[in-house]
C-alpha cells in the first residue's frame, strides 16, 4: 500500500509512518519544515493547505494520512488544512488523526466537561469542528477519523488495547499502540466514514 502521511516528523505522524514502513509499505512523509521522518521514508517538504501539491500526491497514494494538528498553531489554519485535504483526497482515503474533546461523556463532548484543560479547549474544538464536516461531506469522500485517549504520549507498543466508536474507552494510550491500530485500520477498513477511538 502507498501511504502519505502529513506530519511525519510529530508525535503520532513518526509513528504511523515508522509502523507503516515496518509492515512493509511505501510511505511518504509530508513535513511543512522538513522535519526529520522515520528511516524508509521518503520524505518530502509540503503542506496540507496547498491544495495543488495535496490533489498531486492524493493521486500518486492509495492513503492519505493526516497526522497534523491545530496545537501551538493557529486553529482555523488547521481546520482550513483539512478542508483541502477533503477535497484533494476526492478518491482516496482520508485518515485523519483527530482528538479526544469530541469523543463523548454521558452525551456531553469531553471539552464541555468540567476540569478540561482550557489551554487544550481552542485546538479541541477545531478538532470537533473537523469530525463535523467529515460527517457532513458526501458519500464518495472516504474518511476516518481517529481519536486517542484523553492522554496520548511515547510508550511502549504492545498491540493490546481497547476500540470504541464516540465514547472513551480508556484514560490513556501510548503513541506506539495508536500507530498499531491505525494500520490495522488501514490495512482492514472497519471504520469507513465513522470515527473511532482507542485506550487501555
Not at 519544515?33 to 500518486?60: C, F, H, I, M, Y
Not at 469530541?102 to 463532548?109: A, D, E, F
Not at 464536516?133 to 510508550?155: K, Y
Request: aromatic share 4%.
Amino acid at each position: 500500500m502507498k501511504i502519505a502521511v502529513y506530519g511525519s516528523s510529530g508525535m503520532v505522524g513518526s509513528r504511523v509512518a515508522a509502523e507503516a514502513v515496518a509492515r512493509g509499505h511505501d510511505v511518504v512523509g509530508v513535513t511543512r519544515s522538513g522535519g526529520v521522518s522515520p528511516d524508509g521514508v521518503r520524505a518530502v517538504t509540503g503542506s496540507a493547505n496547498d491544495p495543488v501539491a495535496a490533489k498531486e500526491l492524493a493521486a500518486t497514494v492509495d492513503v492519505v494520512v493526516s497526522a497534523i494538528g491545530p496545537a501551538g498553531g493557529d486553529p482555523r489554519d488547521f481546520v482550513r488544512a483539512i478542508e483541502t485535504l477533503i477535497t484533494a483526497t476526492v478518491g482516496t482515503r482520508l485518515m485523519v488523526v483527530g482528538g479526544a474533546g469530541s469523543l463523548l461523556v454521558n452525551g456531553r463532548l469531553l471539552l464541555d466537561a468540567p476540569g478540561f484543560p482550557e489551554i487544550y479547549r481552542p485546538p479541541a474544538l477545531a478538532l470537533a469542528e473537523v469530525l463535523d464536516t467529515l460527517r457532513a461531506t458526501p458519500p464518495e469522500v472516504d474518511w476516518t477519523l481517529f481519536s486517542p485517549a484523553p492522554e496520548i504520549a511515547p510508550g511502549e507498543r504492545t498491540g493490546i488495547f481497547t476500540l470504541g466508536a464516540d465514547e472513551p474507552v480508556g484514560t490513556h494510550i501510548s503513541a506506539e499502540d495508536f500507530a498499531v491500530a491505525l494500520i490495522d485500520e488501514l490495512e482492514h477498513p472497519v471504520h469507513r466514514r465513522r470515527r473511532f477511538t482507542i485506550a487501555y
